[in-house]
Each structure stands twice: as structure tokens, then as C-alpha cells.
């Protein structure tokens, strides 16, 4: 597609359930970044692959979350037993490299809220 | 980390132009100078980026100085749909130092 894909748009979930949140990236991007964004706050960076490397998880805010990307494409973000501080937007970003001479670009996010 | 230095918020009227500050002193030298936006309610969107040289788009204009310890994001004729949160963030070379790392950013205002 022409840009970030992430879905769903919104989720609700009860405190305890595991939820997955899916990134679609722009094909042909081999960076893709997972960041969240409390209400009100900056963005949080999660984790990140590259191609076919081993995931840089050092965002991660505990073993509750994980991360898998298929096939060098799609990704999810996957948050088990849930807790009411993970409600936030999670906001999945892809880019061409990782050099710094290369833009990401955004998805729109997923706002999860945990009730 | 390299880190960057914005003003929490800056106000400005609409159809004048906006010089955004970004101080960033530690900058190293692979450290590229990328800005992003954040309208309400949207992921970030790339504004512009640059290394030493100013650089120019149909969005905005970056002035680097001549040290790299400072940057000025300019729009030229500020609109409305520019109201937004604007990071400066340095993106360093390949692997982790690749990541971006948002900090506060500059809240803008655009009074019509």
C-alpha cells in the first residue's frame, strides 16, 4: 500500500486479555519501529527490526510484551494479561534503512483502551 | 545519547513565517537532524531532515549552523493545519543508533 497500515483502529479490552495489534509497512521498507503514546505524552519507543537481525527489544516495558515480524513484512505487537497503564495509542513506523539519511513514516495507530 | 533542546510551545499568526529553534550541542558526526510533526489525533509525520547543509521542501525549510550544535525549522507562511507538536530528534547511523528517540517537542499555535 501507499503508507503505514495498522489495525485495528481501536480496541477495547478487558484487564487481563492478551491483545495483538497488527503493522502492515510500506512495501519494501526493511526498518520497522513500534512506539506508544500516553495520553498526553511523548512517544515511547518499543522495539525495532531490520531485515532478517535480531530485534532490538530494549523498549519493551516487560516480558508482557513481544513483538514477531513475518516474513520481513507484516508485524505484530502482542500484549498479554493486559494492564489498565498499557492504554495508550501503540503508533508502528517503517522506513527504507536505518541510516540517518532516511525518513520513517507513520501509521495512524491503534488506540487501545484496557477497562 | 545525543539529545535535543526545543521550547516547550511557540505561538504565531497565521500567513507569517515560523522559525522553530532546536539546540542539540552534542551532536556527533554521523548525528543527522530529523523533524517530525504531530498534528492532534495523528502518528508523526517527516517534515524534513539534513547533515550540515540547509536543505529545502514543499513543506518547510531546515537552516543548520555552521557548528551543527543548533537548527531552525522555518515555515515560510504559517497555515492553521500547521498547528501541531514539531520534534527535532538526531538519528544516528545504522542499527539502534538509527532509532528515533522523541523527546518534548515545541507546541505550535497558529492564530488565524
Given amino acids: 500500500g501507499a503508507g503505514v497500515s495498522q489495525s485495528p483502529s481501536n480496541k477495547v479490552t478487558e484487564k487481563g486479555k492478551d491483545v495483538e495489534l497488527r503493522c502492515d509497512p510500506i512495501s519494501g521498507h526493511t526498518a520497522l519501529y513500534w512506539y506508544r503514546q500516553s495520553l498526553g505524552q511523548g512517544l515511547e519507543f518499543l522495539i525495532y527490526f531490520q531485515g532478517n537481525s535480531a530485534p532490538d527489544k530494549s523498549g519493551l516495558p516487560s516480558d508482557r510484551f513481544s513483538a514477531e515480524r513475518t516474513g520481513g513484512s507484516v508485524s505484530t505487537l502482542t500484549i498479554q494479561r493486559t494492564q489498565q497503564e498499557d492504554s495508550a495509542v501503540y503508533l508502528c513506523a517503517s522506513s527504507t534503512r536505518t541510516g540517518g539519511d532516511y525518513g520513517y513514516t507513520f501509521g495512524s495507530g491503534t488506540r487501545l483502551t484496557v477497562v | ?112
Fill in chain 2, 1 to 112: 545519547d545525543a539529545k535535543t533542546t526545543q521550547p516547550n510551545s511557540m505561538e504565531s499568526n497565521e500567513e507569517e513565517p515560523v522559525h522553530l529553534p532546536c539546540n542539540h550541542s552534542t551532536i556527533s558526526g554521523t548525528d543527522y537532524i530529523h523533524w517530525y510533526r504531530q498534528l492532534p489525533s495523528q502518528g508523526p509525520e517527516y517534515v524534513i531532515h539534513g547533515l550540515t547543509s540547509n536543505v529545502n521542501n514543499r513543506m518547510a525549510s531546515l537552516a543548520i549552523a555552521e557548528d551543527r550544535k543548533s537548527s531552525t525549522l522555518i515555515l515560510h507562511r504559517a497555515t492553521l493545519r500547521d498547528a501541531a507538536v514539531y520534534y527535532c530528534i538526531l538519528r544516528g547511523y545504522g542499527g539502534s543508533q538509527g532509532n528515533l528517540i522523541f523527546g518534548k517537542g515545541t507546541k505550535l499555535s497558529v492564530k488565524p
